[in-house]
């Protein structure tokens, strides 16, 4: 990265993190940020986490209409680093999914599979380069998977990896984990059979019972995630994380932006974000999560480029990344 773009990126860097630390609920104008976009609430599986799977999302299970979605990748452009195509459906049973990889195709893009299901999408994502598939294997033992992926099939999950292993895109196999008793190892070797490579195998902690559901004990917490995303639903309204949120939390249908200012500087959204960060639990669709915090997420992350910087600094894993459910 040439010198000017580093210090470029250092100085917006430092501009969020002041504004985070003086809550001023206004993101900065040059600030880059992935774009959250989801195609459809619809999903084949029942994961008891899940509030599609559970039938407790409270909105209708549909597909993101093409204008819509058009209309958020226009107004996002001048900040979108790159998407993530996915939230409570999933994203391959759109029916314009090709169209939407199209679409997207300009920036790196991320969507999260369980991957059950026919051969055509898995072949449709194969051959797009600039897509990042998170794939649910959720587990080694195919006696286990259907635990948590109700509805699923660990045969086809294993066929659609190998072509997708095989294709342009990059490949994630997700695995939840409990505890660290887990063996690395063999996480290693599932890798290696499919000409993965190891650091991008994802190992996240298993909960038992996280859901995000109203609940009369809120946990404590803090959250930044409207700092630090930008999210919509397939319903085409704005709202401030990737969880399961109620209308109180919808900020302003796409149809009512006019510019990425009304997103990153709107009197509505800088009113929510200074409210999650002073009280997330006003709200109840956050009383069960404990929030996004920006110091142990972004900042880190900052700090991580940072070094980066450094002689040595910029090494690549060579273990498989555990990350947080």
């Not at 979605?69 to 001048?78: G, K, S, Y």
């Not at 195509?85 to 029916?95: A, D, K, Q, S, Y």
């Amino acid at each position: 990265m040439p010198l000017k773009r580093k210090i470029d990126a250092a100085a917006v860097a430092a501009r969020m993190t002041l504004a985070v630390a003086t809550n001023t609920g206004n993101v900065p104008a040059d600030y880059k940020s992935m774009v959250l976009i989801e195609p459809t609430s619809v999903c084949n599986l029942a994961c008891p986490l899940c509030p599609t799977g559970t039938k407790t999302l409270e909105r209708e299970n549909k597909f993101i209409d093409m204008d819509v979605f058009d209309r958020i990748l226009e107004v996002t452009a001048p900040v979108a680093e790159g998407y993530i195509i996915n939230l409570f459906g999933e994203p391959t049973f759109h029916p314009r999914f090709s169209d939407i990889l199209a679409k997207t195709s300009r920036l790196p893009t991320w969507l999260s599979t369980n991957l059950s299901y026919g051969e055509e999408a898995v072949r449709e994502m194969a051959h797009w380069p600039h897509l990042r598939v998170i794939c649910s294997v959720d587990t080694l033992d195919p006696e286990k998977y259907s635990e948590y992926r109700v509805g699923g099939n660990y045969d086809t999950v294993m066929r659609n990896l190998e072509i997708l292993s095989k294709g342009q895109c990059q490949v994630y196999p997700q695995f939840l984990v409990s505890g660290d008793a887990e063996d690395e190892a063999a996480y290693v070797a599932f890798a290696k059979r499919f000409d993965i490579p190891v650091a991008n195998v994802l190992l996240k902690a298993k909960f038992q019972s996280f859901r995000l559901d109203e609940t009369d004990k809120p946990v404590s917490g803090v959250c930044h995630s409207c700092y630090t995303g930008i999210y919509f639903n397939c319903d085409g309204y704005l709202v401030p994380c990737c969880n399961n949120v109620r209308r109180e939390l919808y900020i302003h249908h796409i149809s009512e932006i006019n510019s990425i200012d009304d997103i990153y500087r709107g009197e509505r959204v800088r009113n929510i974000r200074r409210e999650l960060v002073r009280n997330k639990n006003r709200f109840k669709s956050c009383g069960r999560c404990p929030g996004l915090g920006f110091w142990d997420t972004k900042f880190v992350e900052y700090l991580q480029c940072a070094r980066s910087l450094l002689p040595g600094g910029g090494a690549k894993r060579e273990s498989p990344q555990n990350i947080a459910f």
